[in-house]
């Protein structure tokens, strides 16, 4: 593992040479928002590397920005700014079409105008149960190191937030399965995690990594799988970019965890009333770039620890992909990526 991180610097620093760089400094002297102008259009600048030519635009709004070209000294002209906004860009969440969601797709990122969206992510919702079905996103090459400090979650569409917390837990799992010995835990640590389906640390921007804060883009993990082999998956996708400027990243879960009743009864979990906030059994994430494909299933159920046949067909994992073989870390699998697609996930096909 610090072989690749070697190689990415390596990588980081040849293209630096020939690019303008966008540093830590810059990005922590504005809460402007960075994008590069690709054509008649401007996209959102996810690595920090402008090349010679290319033009930056720092912006608070569609009426208030600068724009710098990167020179061929490495430098941009005009100067990044360094004043704030007087009202800080927002990421907004609006309701979007698209074929690949059977339920709502929302886009979270920046609205310039009515043509003009600067995508972050995007999360398919079903709102009636109050549950994130997928995310889409990608993952760039940068060397941006600024550690992000978000201000919380926001709701949105949501209504199920206080159901992650250990009180509310204990008294669903109560509720629905009876007498349990499951949790006992009125307080923090907490049994679930607001896991990310679109992991907050894939961006190098702190604005694009606050943006990933939205209920639209949580499942119900459990904490220990979550900070343990899922921890482990992201980060081995993220060593991915030594060899690749972009990936494209699916992220989701699949059927419903059971647990069993104080009947010995196989029930379905949720963690709010109304089967909202239901529980997944399994969690995916599928990335793909220009010259790989992977896909990953872990189990979400640390009570079950008899190791279970997944819904994929198994293969090796990567020999630096670390995974512990348990049920307290997630039961994890490498998967063959055409058959776990055309099984369960074909509407992914044309992206992931």
Not at 47 to 61: A, E, H, I, K, W
Not at 123 to 133: E, G, K, L, N, P
Request: aromatic share 10%.
């Amino acid at each position: 593992m610090i072989g690749i991180h070697f190689l990415l610097v390596a990588l980081l620093l040849v293209e630096i040479k020939a690019n303008c760089l966008v540093r830590d400094a810059d990005v922590l002297a504005t809460n402007r928002i960075f994008a590069k102008r690709v054509g008649s259009h401007l996209e959102l600048l996810r690595n920090n590397l402008v090349p010679t030519g290319g033009r930056l635009r720092s912006f608070c709004s569609s009426s208030d920005f600068v724009d710098s070209t990167c020179r061929a000294n490495r430098r941009f002209v005009p100067a990044l700014p360094t004043s704030n906004c007087t009202r800080k860009p927002e990421a907004i969440v609006e309701l979007v079409d698209d074929d690949k969601c059977p339920f709502s797709m929302f886009r979270v990122g920046y609205k310039l105008n009515v043509q003009q969206f600067l995508e972050v992510y995007r999360s398919c919702y079903d709102i009636a149960t109050q549950r994130s079905v997928f995310s889409i996103h990608e993952l760039h090459r940068h060397n941006l190191t600024t550690k992000c400090i978000s201000s919380g979650f926001t709701t949105e569409n949501v209504t199920i937030s206080r159901s992650f917390q250990a009180k509310s837990i204990l008294n669903r799992f109560n509720e629905i399965l009876g007498k349990q010995n499951y949790t006992s835990n009125d307080r923090p640590p907490y049994l679930f995690n607001r896991g990310h389906l679109t992991p907050a640390a894939d961006f190098g921007f702190c604005e694009h990594t606050k943006a990933t804060y939205k209920y639209i883009n949580v499942m119900a993990q459990f904490s220990n799988i979550n900070n343990r082999n899922w921890k482990r998956i992201e980060h081995w996708v993220r060593q991915l970019l030594a060899h690749n400027e972009k990936l494209t990243v699916c992220t989701g879960g699949l059927g419903i965890l059971q647990l069993e009743n104080e009947f010995h009864m196989p029930t379905n979990i949720s963690l709010a009333s109304h089967n909202r906030n239901p529980v997944y059994k399994w969690i995916y994430k599928l990335v793909k770039s220009n010259t790989s494909h992977y896909a990953f299933l872990t189990y979400n159920n640390i009570f079950d620890g008899q190791r279970p046949v997944p819904l994929c067909n198994p293969i090796i994992c990567p020999t630096e992909l670390k995974l512990t073989p348990s049920a307290l870390a997630g039961f994890s699998f490498c998967c063959d990526v055409d058959y776990f697609m055309s099984r369960y996930l074909s509407h992914l096909q044309s992206v992931c």
